[in-house]
């Protein structure tokens, strides 16, 4: 799975260096992008021709950013163009969310700006989003469990530090 997001994650970085950051790629950037494309987008015959890449089962845990708050699922799927995931707490479609995704075998921490393109209600509450943005990936710090150990702060900047 490590290696499904390490694809992932440098497939959109690429994407977004070029599309987002209207910065062009040079050949080897444009040749690596290609070939992360042909991988993400699998030759299976009978996969949905609805979707450009093929979805793989991700069971793994998320966090992502709402209006005013966080929300934490379970992936249910990935591919190279975003996400699937169980959730109790929705996000109205169209939304733009920060997804979180740590990796604690691997040690890293992926993150993908995305928008909400598909809304699942009870009983299976479910979320479908698409990556939209330039990605990061860092070191998990040493004996973490994923989580994010500081949470993003929105609105006013705090004045002190916040007492352990």
Known sequence: MNEFFEMVYEYQLLLAKES???IPLDDEERTRLFGLERLLSGDAPTRDPRRIMPRV???LSVQFTLAG???AGQVLNASGG?????TSVLAPLGARTIVRLGLVASGLEYVFPCRVVWVQRDPHSALGVAFDGVPSRTLLLAGTSGDWLVPPLFGARRTAPIAA
């Open 20 to 22: 987002k950051l209207a």
């Open 69 to 71: 708050g966080f929300g």
């Open 57 to 59: 089962a991700s069971p």
């Open 82 to 86: 975003g996400l699937a995931f169980a």
